[in-house]
């Protein structure tokens, strides 16, 4: 079966950039999407067909996704951001999630 | 308001049955793909189920057989009906709108607040 390898934490400080990976075998040729998760919070989309972001999704979320890697960005990232993130792409009529990354903002 | 709410949980023992309902307002289930994922304490997100393109259904290894997604158009409402039902089934289940954007892109882009289900003993 299909699978999505993300880094288990990462972190940044205030204002800095951080990257989130997605990995998965010729993820580039899919769509890949990724899901903000405050804690006792349902999910919440960010990033949807690679690189768009739904409406009052903040300008600082970006995506790209390019050979076996999608990545998450998020610019000048501020406390609210700290949450856990997951990607997501599917495969035939299937879904596949990502593990999922603990971002910290220190 | 488009909005989703489950409902259905509880604790039931192995072996056991359970059904889990979710209601839609704001938009018409028949029109759209709607799915299950469910989240075990402490663990990540996990894909269960999907209804899409009238009734065509799919559903992740780990629980084909065992659950069946449905709808009730005259109702709006999703349902999942969960048997034969494990431990490792315990999880939050959140019901999902799947918004389609053209090719083969998609997004879970409403969730409701999901319901726990707890299998034990």
């Known amino acids: 079966s299909y699978e999505l390898t993300q880094p288990p934490s990462v972190s940044v400080s205030p204002g800095q950039t951080a990257s989130i990976t997605c990995s998965g075998d010729t993820l580039g040729d899919e769509y890949a999407s990724w899901y903000q998760q405050k804690p006792g919070q349902s999910p919440m989309l960010v990033i949807y067909?690679?690189?768009k972001r739904p409406s009052g999704i903040p300008e600082r979320f970006s995506g790209s996704n390019s050979g076996n890697t999608a990545t998450l960005t998020i610019s000048g990232t501020q406390a609210m951001d700290e949450a856990d993130y997951y990607c997501?792409?599917?495969?035939?009529?299937?879904?596949?999630f990502g593990g999922g990354t603990k971002l910290t903002v220190l | 308001e488009v909005q989703l709410v489950e409902s259905g949980g509880g604790l039931i023992q192995p072996g056991g049955s359970l059904r889990l309902s979710c209601a839609a307002s704001?938009?018409?289930?028949?029109?759209?793909?709607i799915s299950w994922v469910r989240q075990a304490p402490g663990k990540g997100l996990e894909w269960v189920s999907l209804?899409?393109?009238?009734?065509?259904?799919s559903y992740a290894d780990s629980v084909k057989g065992r659950f069946t997604i449905s709808r009730d158009d005259s109702k709006n409402t999703l349902f999942l009906q969960m048997n034969s039902l494990r431990v490792e089934d315990t999880a939050v289940y959140y019901c999902?709108?799947?918004?389609?954007?053209?090719?083969?892109?998609?997004?879970?882009?409403?969730w409701g607040q999901g319901t726990m289900v707890t299998v034990s003993s």
């Open positions: 704001g938009f018409t289930v028949s029109s759209t793909y």
């Open positions: 999902a709108r799947v918004q389609a954007y053209g090719g083969n892109s998609y997004g879970f882009e409403i």
């Open positions: 067909q690679d690189t």
């Open positions: 209804t899409y393109s009238g009734r065509s259904t």
């Open positions: 997501q792409a599917w495969d035939s009529s299937t879904v596949v």
